[in-house]
């Protein structure tokens, strides 16, 4: 089995910063892509950012300049810096990745449960 946990998330001001951060654990054979999906009430999951296991990037267009997706391969883990945070940016956070687990006959897709991030003055 394989286990997403994130950390990270709570209550920050306009303006302000945040560090999420998700781990891999588990039976691990590979981790494939990374990345940071987002759900804010009454709307659809959105991706927020993704980076290959090569390190390639990639944003939505809304956080583009204020967020920076990386990865520690080493320790199977993805973070997301998130600088001058905008109310907009409130949801819940949920990291995704592409992992081929021990015993597996392909790489599945996992997903954390989710931290709530909250931006408000």
């Known amino acids: 089995q394989v286990q997403l946990v994130e950390s990270g998330g709570g209550l920050v001001q306009p303006g302000g910063s945040l560090r999420l951060s998700c781990a891999a654990s588990g039976s691990i054979s590979s981790v494939y892509a990374m990345g940071w999906y987002r759900q804010a009430p009454g709307k659809q999951r959105e991706l927020v950012a993704a980076?290959?296991?090569?390190?390639?990037?990639n944003y939505a267009d809304s956080v583009k300049g204020r967020f920076t997706i990386s990865r520690d391969n080493a320790k199977n883990t993805v973070y997301l810096q998130m600088n001058s945070l905008k109310s907009e940016d409130t949801a819940v956070y949920y990291c995704?990745?592409?992992?081929?687990?021990?015993?597996?006959?392909?790489?599945?897709?996992?997903w954390g449960q989710g931290t709530q991030v909250t931006v408000s003055s």
């Open positions: 980076i290959s296991s090569g390190g390639a990037t």
């Open positions: 995704n990745a592409w992992v081929w687990a021990h015993g597996s006959s392909s790489d599945n897709d996992y």
